[in-house]
């Protein structure tokens, strides 16, 4: 069985400053891990994939996550946040047989202050 | 190429009605899945449909159902509502729903149960 743990439900960050949004996934075969972004009253925008290529992946907009197999961690980061990154964060996991069914952590809503 | 769209994007029902939601892949996507996303209990997996066959289900009960048409539009259907069934409802598409395939998400439904 799949799950997946996003370990802050909150994040905040000062404009210019690091993220890191952590999550740990739990998974019985090799899996694929995404990371979305939801802004307020919108769908989900895909911001990075990993699928067992290289382990530092990049995004869109400045993200990348590095995919650690020994600590079973896909955390996201960005080197420099901007007002436009304030929105919901999900970290997402999903295995083999299992069709098109992701499972998703429970969120981190991260703000950023001026 | 166009997104995944959805309709409608608001609905308001009463508890006892039913309801039909609607989800138009992107072109060539072949699977499709749907989502509620609530305050509480986050994003969660209700069914996934390819090639017109419920390939997965999650753990809603009967009233939820679904179906895919041959030019891969599906529809979800959820009767004699409750007030718990307030919800985001998202569909998603991808090529073949594999492992290592990205899905993309419409904007969402807002149903409202009063």
């Known amino acids: 069985a799949q799950s997946v743990t996003q370990l802050d439900s909150h994040v905040s960050v000062s404009e210019g400053t690091p993220v890191l949004l952590r999550c740990n996934y739990s998974s019985s075969y090799s899996p694929s891990l995404f990371w979305y972004v939801q802004h307020p009253n919108k769908g989900l925008q895909l911001l990075l994939k990993y699928t067992s290529a290289a382990t530092l992946v990049k995004g869109i907009n400045g993200f990348e996550a590095e995919f650690k197999k020994s600590e079973t961690s896909f955390h996201l980061t960005k080197p420099s946040a901007h007002m436009s990154d304030a929105a919901e964060y999900f970290c997402v996991v999903k295995g083999d047989n299992q069709g098109g069914k992701l499972i998703f952590g429970q969120g981190t809503e991260l703000s950023v202050k001026p | 190429k166009a997104g995944v769209t959805q309709t409608p994007r608001y609905l308001i029902k009463t508890r006892g009605q039913q309801v039909t939601l609607s989800c138009s892949p992107i072109?060539?996507?072949?699977?499709v899945s749907w989502y509620q996303q609530t305050p509480g209990q986050g994003l969660q997996f209700l069914f996934e449909y390819f090639s017109e066959t419920q390939r997965n289900k999650g753990n809603f009960p009967g009233r939820f159902s679904g179906r895919q048409f041959s030019n891969s539009r599906s529809e979800m259907n959820v009767s004699t509502l409750e007030l718990g069934d307030s919800a985001l409802y998202l569909c998603?598409?991808?090529?073949?729903?594999?492992?290592?395939?990205?899905?993309?998400f419409g904007p969402g439904t807002r149903l409202t149960v009063l």
């Open positions: 072109s060539g996507h072949r699977s």
């Open positions: 998603a598409s991808s090529f073949t729903g594999s492992r290592v395939d990205t899905q993309y």
